[in-house]
Every structure is written in C-alpha cells, then in structure tokens.
C-alpha cells in the first residue's frame, strides 16, 4: 500500500515522510491549540514545514493494516514479515531486496526499520488490547 498526504501550501512542495498521527499535533499548532495534558500523542507536529521553516522530518513511518505492518523510509520499506523494498520507484513498483544484500545503504536501512519494527512490537506486547487479546485467546 502507498499513500500521500497532499496539503496546499504556498510555499513548497514537503516531501517529508508524515505519519496519519502527526495531524492533530499539526492542527493543534497551526490553531494556537494545545493537546489535553495527560495523554501521550505520538505524532510530532509539521506545521514548521508547511510554513517553510525547517522542522523535525520522520525518519520512517508505521503504517499497520490489520495484521499486516510495515515500517517504511523515504527509499526503504521493511515488512513484519521480513520482506525488504527499496522503493525508489514509488509508487509505480517496489523491488525486492535479498535478505543478504551487500548494498551497504540497503543494510544500514534495513537495520534502522528493524530496530523501529522491534521496538513497536515491544510496545504492542505490553499494551492494553495486546494482554486482553492474549487472555481472550486463553
């Protein structure tokens, strides 16, 4: 799956990587709002951006559809099932990327998004609906 997020700006074109979670951070602060206090709120705002000014740009994105997930960078995308992508023809195609790549870049990205994959599973496996899934599985 491939999505944009396409906001009119006078200024530029952003071709920042933007997660669906760091929308109500950029509204918030585009409105002169702040979030409740006492939630956590993963998204980080991109209103700098969409001004012109330099923000805090992701360095990959989440991206879950049921089961299915996948962590993806501007040139890389890393599958909860192991598959690799570079996606630098995005997106029109995805190649596949040998599990034993030589591609240095290949390597250092595939490394970055399995941290990022490892540690959302951590976070998923401690969660709330994780435990009541598991215990409804009982």
Known sequence: AFGALVIMSPRKVLKDMVDVSDL???????????????????????????????????EWVYVQLND????????????????????????????????DSTDPDAKAARAQLQAALDRIRAEDSGSAVAKKKRKQAK
Do not use: N
């Open 24 to 58: 109500l951070p950029t509204f918030c602060e585009l409105g002169g709002a702040k979030p409740a206090s006492g939630i956590t709120i993963d998204g980080r705002s991109f209103a700098s951006q969409l001004r012109g000014e330099v923000g805090q740009p992701r």
């Open 68 to 99: 299915a997930r996948y962590v993806r960078s501007e040139r890389w995308k890393l599958t909860g099932a192991g598959e690799f992508f570079d996606m630098k023809e995005a997106p029109h195609r995805q190649i596949a990327m040998a599990a």
